[in-house]
């Protein structure tokens, strides 16, 4: 079974989340940006371009929430089946073009909305799973930007 690595891209406002989707290549279907770790690369540096190479996003990586489901994906008349592990990243930058923009939308979506965007299981339990974990991923979200509100000030 392959093991790939994906990215839950997010943000926050007040005690709201929104999740940030993309469609698939194939069949446009609602999903999450993943692909195949690079020879030498870590998980975080794997998240962070699959983020920007399918959906545009760069952001901070919380390697302390992963979540890791089964993922199935067809070929030809086979299923393949793999591992993803899948990382929430807060967004704090959208470009508006990014290496796969002609061959994908993207879509904000509320946290409480995300499971009326797809039909695939393995997308509502990462979206299930993240909901459990949501208290605290608000919860690093605000310090972290607080952090980059107090560093961008420093800058100035």
Known sequence: MEHRVGAIPFDIRNEQIALLFVTSQRRGRWILPKGLIQSGESHKQCCKREAFEEAGVRGE???DYPITVGVGKATGKSVQYMAVTYYPLLVNQQAKTWPENK???????L??????????????????????IKRWVIERAKRKKVQLTTQQKQEQ
């Open 61 to 63: 990586f919380f390697r």
């Open 103 to 109: 061959n994908r939308q993207r879509h904000w979506a």
């Open 111 to 132: 946290l409480e909305n995300a499971m009326r965007l797809t039909d695939r299981e393995d997308m509502r339990q990462v979206i299930c799973q993240f909901e459990n």
